[in-house]
């Protein structure tokens, strides 16, 4: 199974400033035939499912707010969050989708400062 | 809009057996992929299984694989998940997911449902 590593496991950042979450994969994501990188971004505010934020690798999803960004490629992402706002306060998740299983990463974790 | 609402958790003793069900609205069911991915509460997400659009694959993690079984009723617009010989480490709430296929068992998720709590305990 291809393993995805977070880092760092939390953040406090304050209102305003950016916010800057890493995800690391075992295997390269970025499927030649297709020039896409497989991989996806999550966020968990607390009490609430999960929300898609961020598809091939840096697509928004629907009615996600312009302030998250995903970039990277192959085996190195990162979700951007330019200026935090209090409602950003969550757990977010990278999900690789080019293998089966897919797989997530442990979680990163944002708090205001 | 999409919604997805499970149902179906409870309180269980090891080794016994539990269905969970979802039900479907707002989009063509019979169109999607669906999964159920769970999370120990306090913990992360783990998959636990998918069903694909036109039923003819399904899978599922190696810690489930045996144990549970995905299925859908197409006329009920509902998804469900069959648990057998539980375990204490299924304790968990399990999401009923949508997907957006990108492959054989594979995708990334778009809608996710509440959840509903699995308890195992002797």
Known sequence: DIVMTQSP????VSLGERATINCRSSHNLLYSVDNKNYLAWYQQTPGQPPKLLIYWASTRGSGVSDRFSGSGSGTDFTLTISSLQAEDVAVYYCQQYHSTPVTFGGGTKVEIQ | QVVLV???GGVVRPGTAL??????SGFAFSAYDMHWVRQVPGKGLEWVAILSYDERNNFYADSVHGRFTISRDISKNTLFLQMDSLRTEDTAVYYCVRGIATGIYRGYLDHWGEGTLVAVSS
């Open chain 2, 6 to 8: 499970e149902s179906g």
């Open chain 1, 9 to 12: 496991d939390s953040l406090a």
């Open chain 2, 19 to 24: 269905r969970l069900s979802c039900v479907a």
